[in-house]
């Protein structure tokens, strides 16, 4: 039977989630209104004030803000109270190279948890479940997020940090660990790792998993959950919005709920920025309606995605996104096509390779050149040059299909390519445009 | 019918010797090498005087290997040995997929062929019934 953690809201009809957000985006426009300056320019710029906000399909008029927003604010212009009443910070990784200050207060912080605290109800957690956090601590979201979640849900919390893999491996073991969180490369690594030690899914204590902070597939999806004898569950956000738990999955597997009554997400054209209707792919778009620290009105996320409404089995009403298709920033033009990592990926662990590799592009002769790196896996292996090579053409073909264009395909010797223990560096772009 | 290991190296310098060294540390004799390329990657085929202690030290220093069932013989080495053995081969219709030679050591006359061959089983079998002696794994460990 599905569990939830804040049942009265997560199952609310729509009509009650509209007026919640009626309610709340009327105040928190005024809010913003009244404390971030920056914000409130850009409203005038555009000719709205707050009284044009009178409720949620009012959200289009306000003006968007960016990543180059929030580099142009930092630290404190987009600042919605005083600093006294912060209690902590947080910053984005700064995979895409701009690093991002976040501010909470504590109700920032409680709301938050409890959007972890959902994710991780519903992938079967209760307060008898030992929970292992492996995403990093730090100023990176993943660490906090799921502790303070852990802690409302009840969980016994194991707060691992990333790293030290074979003391997770421990941990796990002597502590049954039953739910375990961190980025999938990671989760597939620990997966890989408890293997080699002769680890088999019925020798490991857990049954869920949370994996988040990076694009993964369904491939990778099943891989892990074979190896680890697991169901994993994605888990969605951004430090922007507070860190993971904006969205997350259901028992379907099928979508990812958004937490609607703190965040209201928009699909637009990233070209135009018009609002595109429910069910068509754009980019995502978010407002916080309770965050008061951080109060980011229609953000641009830069990821790829597709919203859905259709009834969900598991109860939640909150509406459903897909997986991210990757981010307009990890999204790769090579030869003129686009070619997003995880497109990559699912040729890869299709054609039964690890889900760790390497994408590099390069130029040659005002041409791009694109190789795919990936390692030699003992099943894959023969001691004939000709079998090898017949998989490698299956690749290069598989990789043609998926993506439209040809790629080079590179083995090379196990353990060669980088682990992440944080975010996986899957792109080199030797280009110099 | 003797165990072969297969390596795969990753074209670039240093590779072979980084699993020379492996086998010296762990005091793995090589009794034959050979080495098949591609523009990208390699593969050495080796036959060692212990090969489950071989592979299990390649795998544990990550490296991918594995062991496949491969044929030898020790032939006199003069003239006409090969032919004659290939002879013997061609009327077995034993299929060769690839084969690569060692001297024997100072003193003896004799040179060992290692084959890899379709249906080594088989093969073996009907090489057995035209009168050879393939090596065996022991054979090998005192060459």
Same mark, same amino acid.
């Given at each position: ?433 | 019918?003797?165990?072969? =290991? ?7 310098? %240093?590779? $072979? &010797?980084? !699993? ?6 762990? /005091? ?42 491969? =044929? ?7 003239? %006409?040995? $090969? &032919?004659? !053995? ?6 077995? /219709? ?50």
């Amino acid at each position: 039977m599905e569990r939830y953690f804040q049942k009265e809201i997560e199952c609310a009809s729509r009509e009650e989630i509209k007026a919640m957000q009626d309610e709340k985006i009327v105040a928190q426009v005024k809010h913003v209104w009244e404390n971030v300056p920056y914000y409130k320019k850009k409203m005038e710029k555009k000719g709205v004030t707050p009284d044009d906000i009178k409720g949620i399909d009012d959200l289009y008029k306000l003006p968007f803000l960016s990543k180059a927003d929030l580099r142009d604010a930092y630290p404190y212009g987009l600042l919605g109270v005083p600093l006294d009443e912060c209690v902590r910070i947080h910053s984005t990784s700064g995979t895409t190279g701009k690093r991002v200050v976040a501010f909470y207060t504590q109700d920032d912080i409680d709301l938050w948890d409890d959007c972890c605290a959902r994710a991780i109800v519903a992938a079967g957690g209760t307060k008898s479940d030992v929970c292992q956090v492996s995403y990093g601590y730090g100023l990176f979201t993943g660490g906090a997020g799921l502790n303070g979640g852990s802690h409302k849900v009840g969980c016994l919390t194991l707060p691992m940090s990333s790293g030290s893999t074979d003391r997770q491996i421990m941990f796990n073991q002597d502590l049954q660990a039953t739910i375990l969180c961190c980025t999938p490369s990671y989760a597939a690594y620990l997966g890989e790792r408890m293997k080699e030690m002769g680890y088999g899914p019925d020798e490991i204590p857990l049954k869920a998993g949370i994996f988040g902070a990076e694009a993964w597939s369904e491939e990778m999806r099943h891989d892990i959950e074979k190896t680890l004898g697991i169901k994993a569950y994605d888990i969605y956000g951004l430090t922007e919005l507070s860190g993971p738990g904006v969205a997350f999955e259901c028992s379907e597997q099928n979508g990812m709920h958004i937490n609607e009554d703190h965040f209201v997400a928009e699909i637009i054209d990233p070209d135009t920025e018009e609002v595109l209707p429910i069910g068509s792919e754009g980019e995502l778009v978010f407002t916080a309606l309770d965050k008061k620290a951080f109060p980011l009105l229609r953000y641009r996320t830069r990821d790829i995605c597709r919203l859905s409404l259709e009834k969900c089995s598991c109860g939640r009403t909150h509406v459903r996104m897909c997986k991210p298709k990757g981010r307009t920033d990890d999204m790769l033009i090579i030869r003129g096509v686009n070619v997003f990592p995880s497109q990559i990926e699912t040729v890869l662990i299709n054609h039964g390779y690890a889900a760790n590799y390497q994408i590099i592009v390069g130029r040659v002769n005002n041409t791009d050149t694109l190789d795919v790196k990936v390692e030699m896996t003992p099943e894959m292996f023969t001691d004939n040059i000709g079998d090898i090579e017949a998989r490698q053409k299956e690749l290069v073909d598989g990789l043609k299909a998926m993506l439209g264009i040809k790629a080079k395909v590179i083995l090379v010797a196990p353990k060669t390519i980088q682990r992440s223990e944080g975010k996986a560096v899957r792109v080199i772009d030797n280009r110099k445009i | 019918m003797i165990n072969q =290991i297969s390596v795969f190296l990753e074209n670039k310098p %240093g590779t $072979l &010797n980084n !699993l020379t060294e492996i086998l010296a540390n762990n /005091k793995i004799g090589i009794r034959a090498l050979s080495l098949a390329e591609t523009k990208d990657f390699g593969i050495a085929r080796l036959i060692v005087d212990d090969a489950y202690e071989a592979i299990t030290v390649l795998k544990d220093n990550d490296f991918v290997a594995r062991l496949s069932p491969v =044929i030898a013989f020790e032939i006199p080495d003069q003239i %006409g040995g $090969l &032919n004659k !053995l290939m002879t013997e081969f061609s009327a077995a /219709k034993v299929n060769v997929e690839y084969m690569y030679a060692s001297l024997g050591s100072k003193g003896t006359n004799n040179a060992y062929m290692i084959f890899r061959v379709a249906h080594t089983e088989d093969s073996e079998a009907a090489l057995i019934g035209r009168g050879l002696k393939p090596l065996t794994q022991d054979d090998v460990a005192n060459i």
